[in-house]
T-cell receptor
Framework: DTEVTQTPKHLVMGMTNKKSLKCEQHMGHRAMYWYKQKAKKPPELMFVYSYEKLSINESVPSRFSPECPNSSLLNLHLHALQPEDSALYLC???????????????FGEGSRLTVL | GNSVTQMEGPVTLSEEAFLTINCTYTATGYPSLFWYVQYPGEGLQLLLKATKADDKGSNKGFEATYRKETTSFHLEKGSVQVSDSAVYFCALMAPQNRDDKIIFGKGTRLHILP
């Protein structure tokens, strides 16, 4: 069983909707990540939070807004998305923050987003 | 820049066959190397890793050896099972900059026939 929990597993939204994806981990990990994965492609990094601070934003459009309320939770707020944003959104965590990053990531099962 | 190249597949094998998925890398310094696996409908899982030359990572019958002379990290398994059907991603992280991101290969889809 994965120890990174993502909700919802599936989400369908219109281009004018506002929705959020949620991620939770209770392993005491200090860094959390959002990845976007299109079909038959590797995951693409979007954001990294290290010790609850946004450390990396891979030039993601502002219609995606991350939030890290505490060390266990990570949200991704979605607004005015486009159909090409439809993808699997993966949350991940790592034991250390970026300063001690070893490349070992723990992924959730993902939230499959469809934008109509 | 740093990069990972792996055979894209799909690779189709019969159960109990020998598996090799090739992975080569380009990196400055001495990267850490990984194989991640993604089963259908799931996120990625770390399968094995190696952090220095000649290290062998192993897990669940899979093995990969960090070969600096050939810049390779090929994944092998002696006898595959239907349950090994998944997408396998080779990846690296260059350690000289801790803010560097893990770099994934394009993935290799593996189908095992009963």
């Amino acid at each position: 069983d994965t120890e990174v929990t993502q909700t919802p597993k599936h989400l369908v939204m219109g281009m004018t909707n506002k929705k959020s994806l949620k991620c939770e981990q209770h392993m005491g990990h200090r860094a959390m990540y959002w990845y976007k994965q299109k079909a038959k492609k590797p995951p693409e990094l979007m954001f990294v939070y290290s010790y609850e601070k946004l450390s990396i934003n891979e030039s993601v459009p502002s219609r995606f807004s991350p939030e890290c309320p505490n060390s266990s939770l990570l949200n991704l707020h979605l607004h005015a998305l486009q159909p090409e944003d439809s993808a699997l959104y993966l949350c991940a965590s790592s034991q250390e923050g970026l300063a001690g990053y070893t490349g070992e990531l723990f992924f959730g099962e993902g939230s499959r987003l469809t934008v109509l | 820049g740093n990069s990972v190249t792996q055979m894209e597949g799909p690779v189709t094998l019969s159960e109990e066959a020998f598996l090799t998925i090739n992975c080569t890398y380009t990196a400055t310094g001495y990267p850490s190397l990984f194989w991640y696996v993604q089963y259908p409908g799931e996120g990625l899982q770390l399968l094995l890793k190696a952090t220095k030359a000649d290290d062998k990572g192993s897990n669940k019958g899979f093995e990969a050896t960090y070969r600096k002379e050939t810049t390779s990290f090929h994944l092998e398994k002696g006898s595959v099972q239907v349950s090994d059907s998944a997408v396998y991603f080779c990846a690296l992280m260059a350690p000289q900059n801790r803010d560097d991101k893990i770099i994934f290969g394009k993935g290799t889809r593996l189908h095992i026939l009963p």
